[in-house]
C-alpha cells in the first residue's frame, strides 16, 4: 500500500519560497499511470488544487499559481517537491500531497484520489 509523506517548515516568512517534500513509500513515482498532486486547504476553506507531476515527469499547474510554483521530482529517492514563491498570508494552509489514478488538472473532491498524505500547516507569518 502506497504511503505518502509531506515534510517541511511549518512556518515560513513573507516574501520568501515555501519548500515542501513528498516521500512516497510502497510504490514508486515512476509507476505508469499515476499522478502526483499537490493540494492545500487554506483555514475555514476548501481543497485547491496547486499543480501535478505525471508518472512520465510532465508537470501541470493551476493557472492562478503557475507564476509562483514549481513542481520537481528526485526518482532515486522516490520524492515530489513543491516550490511556492513571494508567499503571502493569503497562502497559509494545511498543504497535502496526493496519487490519483488519472492526470487531475483542477480542483475536485477527495475521492478522486486513492492515495493522501497526512497534511502539513505552513503559515506564513513575520
Known amino acids: 500500500q502506497v504511503q505518502l509523506q509531506e515534510s517541511g517548515p511549518g512556518l515560513v516568512k513573507p516574501s520568501q519560497t515555501l519548500s515542501l517534500t513528498c516521500t512516497v513509500s510502497?510504490?514508486?513515482?515512476?509507476?505508469?499511470?499515476?499522478?502526483w498532486s499537490w493540494i492545500r486547504q487554506p483555514p475555514g476553506k476548501g481543497l485547491e488544487w496547486m499543480g501535478a507531476?505525471?508518472?512520465?515527469?510532465?508537470?501541470y499547474y493551476s493557472p492562478s499559481l503557475k507564476s509562483r510554483t514549481s513542481i520537481s521530482r528526485d526518482t532515486s529517492k522516490n520524492q515530489f517537491t513543491l516550490q511556492l514563491r513571494s508567499v503571502t498570508p493569503e497562502d497559509t494552509a494545511v498543504y497535502y500531497c496526493?496519487?490519483?489514478?488519472?492526470?487531475?488538472?483542477?480542483?475536485?473532491?477527495?475521492?478522486?484520489?486513492?492515495?493522501w498524505g497526512q497534511g502539513t500547516q505552513v503559515t506564513v507569518s513575520s
Open positions: 510502497g510504490g514508486s513515482i515512476t509507476t505508469n499511470n499515476y499522478y
Open positions: 507531476i505525471t508518472y512520465s515527469g510532465s508537470i
Open positions: 496526493a496519487r490519483s489514478p488519472r492526470l487531475i488538472l483542477r480542483t475536485t473532491p477527495r475521492y478522486e484520489y486513492d492515495s
